[in-house]
């Protein structure tokens, strides 16, 4: 099974990211998390990010807030697929991250989830996984199936009150 690498440009991200660390350790998917800074570490990221498809990862998901360098400069150095995080800072509250993640030029994309989306990032690396492993495929249709039913089930005791 393909692992999911994260990294996150400061460890103040990691309240955000053990979300998508939840979520994956949930459908029992391997993952490494790394602190590595595409302003201050660069050389340390772009290394990480050129071996990851030889070290056994399958999709990398980049978390930073404010200039949010880091998803561009993973996705710049590997064809495996990235996904960014941008992170909410104080400054902007994370729209300068989002903007950041999302505006990448032609050739170098990162698939982008909300600011602070952890977990949607997380399901997103496990459907990408899930294309070419028909376990973490069965697994994802289990969860959906079963947020769908907790979302009728929500409908029928709202129908109950109402209706009574």
Excluded: W
């Excluded at 990398?60 to 990235?82: D, E, F, K, Q, W």
């Excluded at 032609?106 to 600011?115: F, K, N, S």
Aim: charged share 20%.
């Amino acid at each position: 099974m393909k692992k999911v690498g994260i990294i996150m440009g400061s460890d103040s991200d990691l309240p955000i990211v053990r979300k998508a660390m939840d979520m994956l350790s949930s459908f029992n998917v391997p993952y490494e998390v790394h602190v590595y800074s595409a302003h201050r570490t660069p050389d340390e990221a772009g290394q990480f990010a050129a071996a990851a498809r030889e070290n056994g990862f399958g999709v990398l998901i980049a978390a930073a807030g404010m200039a949010a360098h880091l998803a561009g400069a993973v996705a710049a150095r590997t064809s495996l697929p990235v996904i960014g995080i941008p992170c909410k800072s104080s400054a902007l509250d994370g729209i300068d991250a989002l903007l950041s993640t999302v505006q990448m030029p032609t050739g170098v994309p990162v698939a982008t989830v909300a600011i602070n989306g952890a977990a949607n990032a997380a399901l997103l690396a496990i459907q990408i996984l899930g294309v070419s492993d028909p376990e973490i495929a069965a697994r994802l249709d289990e969860k959906k199936a079963k947020d769908a039913a907790a979302v009728l089930a929500k409908d029928a005791a709202l129908q109950e009150e109402l209706n009574g």
